[in-house]
Structures are given as C-alpha cells and as structure tokens.
C-alpha cells in the first residue's frame, strides 16, 4: 500500500478510536482492542472496522456475536 492510503488509513481508525473512547468511555488500548474484535468477528480489515464504527447510530457499536456480552476490557462469553 501508499504511503498517503497507509497514513489515510492510521487517522481513520485513530478518529474511531478516539468516537469509542468519548462515547463508550474506553481507554485507547480498549478502543484498539473493540476495533480488531469486530474486524475478526465480521471478517474485515481494521480500517474498515474504523468505518464502521464512525458510520455506526449512537450507542449501536457492537459486534455481531450474539454468545459475546457485554465490554471489560476484553469480549466475555456467556455462560450457558
């Protein structure tokens, strides 16, 4: 990749970083962590992450496990 995609990309999820931080409270390793859990869970690049979760309604970032509840740091598995 670019330099000027690489660098586009790096303020892409650092803006997201910085919406999870404000709105759901996080710390930046938290934010960065939320970022690649739903990257993995979707199957998606992290900077696409990023895009979704800027786009996304207020209160709405989630990832899309329904066995995964709740944000503490790290996704916790329910216990059934």
Do not use: C, V, Y
Not at 1 to 13: G, P, Q, V
């Amino acid at each position: 990749a670019s330099t000027k995609t690489e660098l586009a990309d790096r303020k892409l999820i650092d803006r997201a970083k910085r919406l999870l931080m404000s709105k759901k409270g996080l710390a930046e390793p938290e934010a960065h962590r939320f970022l690649q859990d739903l990257a993995m869970q979707r199957g998606i690049r992290l900077r696409d992450a990023a895009g979704i979760a800027q786009d996304a309604p207020r209160g709405s970032i989630h990832t899309p496990d329904a066995n995964m509840r709740g944000w503490d740091g790290r996704w916790r598995q329910s216990r059934r």
